[in-house]
């Protein structure tokens, strides 16, 4: 079938209920503006759903997530190329409803919170960001009637706490993550992203730079703590090369002698802090200049920092202004395991 447009929730009812065959319901929830990241969230409902499911993506910029002085007022609103992108990923159906179709009467008295996860990290910089985030999906899942959900890994805290209220809330629908999609030049996909300017999207780069630099110091940390393991008197043999000139050999095996001491943490979640934080502190002295809100090697359970000696699963998540524009990106990371 074509891509249909719903703009009511009467619109989406009749559509559901006249579907072709009885399948999964996938649903992808954006505010428009739609890129190559959304695609990748449509195609993998489709994937998901199947040739007799139903793929419905949600167009609706939610003011409820936005606070005073945000860009609620300027958020791109691309209906028509949105439309033209669904259709392409594999979307049955565009839901895009105004705000009176989505709160009737206004502001919702009866909202979700987010509860403690959900003031840390973005919660912080924006109060009530994700209250209104959590309102507007469960009213969506509801009222598609989803089996599924797709969101981006982008969004890390985000699909954290949507996974969260469907656990706590018992909410049928499956919560799926779907990797990050980045531009050729590292930079992930955003809505936002088309308010940079040239310089401005240059000193951008510094956020997917120092994410990839601190996954790099750490899978350098973990591989000379392996070896050090496999080798038993690195300090010896350090030494012996020192002795016969070989000064390049024997600082790699002094690397490798201290990965194994006991003394210094090679798996430290300091040390990939500290990369990360050096390419921030070198984009802030550019111009434009990058004013980082945070940078945050958190426990992907609750999104709490991690300690030093943090074995298992992080999430290394940083924010950060260039010019007028806030940007977020975020890797995860396993401590403790080979890269």
């Known amino acids: 079938m074509s891509l249909e447009l719903a703009p009511t929730r009467a619109d989406l009812d009749r559509l559901l209920e006249r579907r072709s065959a009885p399948g999964r319901i996938a649903v992808v929830m954006t505010m428009g503006a739609l890129h190559d990241g959304h695609a990748s969230l449509v195609r993998a409902a489709r994937a998901h759903a199947g040739p007799d499911g139903f793929v419905v993506v949600t167009v609706f910029v939610n003011p409820l997530q936005f606070g005073a002085g945000e860009d609620l007022g300027r958020y791109p609103r691309t209906l028509e190329a949105d439309l033209k992108t669904a259709a392409e990923a594999g979307a049955d159906a565009v839901f895009a409803p105004s ?150 050999l024997a600082a790699d095996a002094h690397a490798v002698a201290a990965a194994g001491s006991a003394g210094e943490d090679w798996n430290g979640a300091d040390g990939v802090r500290a990369a990360a934080r050096a390419v921030l502190d070198q984009a802030a002295r550019t111009v434009p200049p990058l004013t980082l809100d945070y940078l945050a090697l958190v426990d992907p359970a609750d999104f709490t920092e991690v300690p030093d000696d943090h074995t298992g699963e992080a999430v290394l998540a940083v924010a950060a202004r260039v010019g007028a524009t806030r940007l977020i990106d975020n890797i995860p990371l396993t401590f403790g395991a080979s890269q």
Request: hydrophobic share 45%; proline share 6%.
């Open 99 to 248: 705000a009176d179709e989505v709160y009737p009467g206004g502001a919702p008295q009866v909202t979700i919170t987010a509860g403690p996860m959900g003031a840390r990290l973005e919660g912080a910089s924006r109060p009530g960001h994700f209250d209104g985030v959590l309102t507007v999906v469960a009213k969506l899942l509801h009222l598609t009637r989803a089996d599924a959900a797709f969101f981006g890994q982008k969004d890390a805290q985000q699909l954290a706490l949507v996974r969260r209220m469907a656990r706590d809330l018992n909410f049928p629908a499956e919560i799926v993550g779907v990797p990050t999609v980045r531009a050729d030049d590292g930079l992930a996909l955003s809505s936002r992203n088309r308010y940079l300017s040239v310089p401005e999207r240059r000193t951008a780069l510094a956020l997917s730079r120092a994410l990839f630099a601190a996954g790099d110091r750490l899978a350098a940390q973990q591989a000379l703590r392996a070896r050090a393991e496999y080798a038993p008197t690195p300090g010896a043999r350090a030494a012996a090369l020192s002795a016969l000139g070989e000064a390049r």
